[in-house]
């Protein structure tokens, strides 16, 4: 379990208040950051109720409130600081993510992160203006990135030639360890067809 993000008591005690007055049963908090890795980072918090969070996310079981954490958006939830400052006004709730815009990979990142990062940080940006977006499915023992090419990338018969080959290119010049890239849709490998 990464603690990697702080949530302070103040922001605890006012979030648990705010839970509270939804009145509804076992409702958490749901934290993400939308486009991580990329100037337009913008970091949220959300009520979550029973069932509303994702199968992958992170759960944190804090002493007053449940909090779960996008797993797509944890490198970039590192070091972040989520604050509650009263004042006469009542207080105001703070996010920090330092690292939303950038997240801290380099070389030793782990593979899976470092092509998380090109995706986000590079080829996602590109294609949102055509709903398009790419998402790392897994990476494969001999080191292929298995994606999958979601919104309007899907059943594109142009999707093929045009954005693997661009996807490819962008990930293997970035990550030179990188075997290859394989859409998760292409059953014309049979090599590996024990992932069905």
Do not use: W
Not at 51 to 75: C, M, Q, R
């Amino acid at each position: 379990m990464s603690q990697s993000i702080q949530i302070t008591d103040s922001a605890q005690d006012y979030l648990a208040e705010l839970l509270e007055k939804q009145n509804v049963e076992g409702i958490a908090v749901r934290i993400f950051i939308t486009q991580p890795g990329t100037p337009y980072a913008e970091t949220c918090l959300a009520y979550s109720r029973p069932g509303e969070e994702e199968p992958s996310d992170e759960k944190l079981a804090l002493d007053k409130i449940t909090v779960f954490l996008d797993k797509n958006s944890l490198p970039f939830l590192d070091d972040a600081v989520v604050d509650f400052n009263a004042d006469r006004m009542g207080g105001q709730l703070t996010i920090k993510a330092p690292n939303a815009k950038m997240p801290k990979v380099n070389a030793d990142s782990p593979l899976e992160d470092r092509v998380n990062y090109v995706l986000y940080s590079e080829i996602n940006p590109g294609l949102a203006a055509h709903g398009g977006e790419i998402k790392l499915m897994h990476l494969t023992d001999d080191s292929v990135a298995v994606l999958a090419f979601g919104g309007g990338c899907q059943g594109c018969a142009a999707v093929d030639l045009t954005l693997k080959e661009g996807v490819e290119k962008t990930l293997l010049e970035r990550i030179p360890e990188l075997a290859g890239i394989r859409d998760i849709t292409d059953h014309t490998d049979t090599s590996q067809a024990y992932y069905r």
